[in-house]
């Protein structure tokens, strides 16, 4: 192997990779396949990585987004993005064998949009169209005179036409934080009376593992993430370099990595989005490290992350 990277310094974020409630739901599924013979239905991906899915699939798992594709009575294993009350509904109706692999900080975000729902109030989402996150948590919301608005960025809040003087926002758990610190400010200077959630909706994981890439930004001539396309979180993670006009490059595993684009760089970061498994970053370290390129003491906070989330009673 030659040393194209001999002289390239590799500084690793702290914290990366699963997060608690990835953790979970991909522990249901393995769970579940450990303990039941029968097929295991998965209502979308149960996490945005496409290393991990692929491993399902050859397992047997059946990913499906139409829930009657789940012939009656099977097993169904709702993702981590949750769903809606009418799919919930539906699995009810077809005798489904249900397991919730939704992260419990999403099932906070759903709550609070019952809450909303039920004093009547609109609500605003911010969080970005088309996610499966996003369809869950606005098929939450059941009011017999409210309505619901997702807003994608601040320039879409002046098209909110309510004339409800209840209102509250919530947000999506995997968006940048930086972003939405000024949507919301925007929110709040067209709405002062608007109420939201007492902490934060965006997750920890989202936000420990944008704070550990803006700190070892500082130092690196380009970013590495380990994630997938469709992951939130992880697409947020390359803006932060993006916005600093440093190269950035969103990778599934070492075969998206470019040596020559990167054989130039004096140091360079790497992290993962909190659905990337730790194999995959040890794969890329190792791959790296085989071209020359050698890992250096970041010197970064590491941010202790104890948060674990319990499974089903059923599958423990």
């Not at 036409?161 to 758990?173: G, P, S």
């Not at 067209?190 to 934060?200: A, E, N, T, Y």
């Not at 790497?270 to 990337?276: D, K, L, N, Q």
């Not at 020359?292 to 010197?299: E, F, Q, R, V, Y």
Request: aromatic share 6%; proline share 3%; glycine share 4%.
């Amino acid at each position: 192997m030659n040393k194209e990277l001999e002289n390239v310094n590799l500084i690793l974020a702290n914290p990366r990779g699963f997060c608690a409630g990835v953790e979970r739901a991909v522990d249901i599924v393995n769970r579940a396949l450990t303990l039941f013979d029968e097929p295991i239905y998965v209502k979308h991906e149960v996490v945005h990585n496409k290393y991990v899915i692929q491993d399902m699939k050859k397992r047997g798992v059946t990913f499906i987004e139409d829930i009657d594709d789940v012939p009656k009575g099977s097993i169904l294993i709702f993702s981590a993005h949750g769903v809606s009350i009418d799919i919930k509904n539906k699995a009810e109706e077809k005798k489904l064998k249900i397991f919730d692999a939704t992260c419990p900080l999403v099932t906070k975000v759903h709550m609070e949009v019952h809450k909303y729902a039920s004093e009547n109030r609109d609500v605003i989402l911010i969080g970005h169209k088309g996610h499966p996150e996003i369809e869950g948590t606005m098929g939450q919301y059941i009011s017999h005179t409210g309505t619901i608005y997702l807003v994608e960025n601040e320039n879409q809040i002046d098209n909110i036409t309510t004339k409800n003087k209840k209102i509250a926002y919530v947000t999506q758990t995997t968006l940048s934080v930086d972003d939405t610190k000024k949507i919301i400010n925007k929110i709040k200077k067209r709405f002062p009376k608007i109420i939201g959630p007492s902490k934060d909706d965006i997750c920890y994981a989202t936000q420990n593992r944008q704070d550990a890439v803006k700190e070892i930004l500082k130092s690196c001539d380009c970013l590495i993430v380990v994630g997938s396309k469709n992951s939130s979180n992880s697409r947020r993670l390359t803006e932060l370099a993006e916005k600093r006009n440093i190269p950035t490059y969103l990778v599934d595993n070492k075969y998206d990595l470019e040596i020559n684009k990167i054989k130039r760089m004096n140091t360079i970061g790497i992290t993962a989005g909190a659905s990337a498994p730790e194999i995959l970053i040890n794969e890329i370290l190792q791959y790296l490290e085989d071209f020359g390129a050698s890992i250096t003491n970041s010197n970064t906070k590491l941010i202790q992350e104890n948060i674990t989330f319990t499974l089903p009673k059923e599958l423990r």
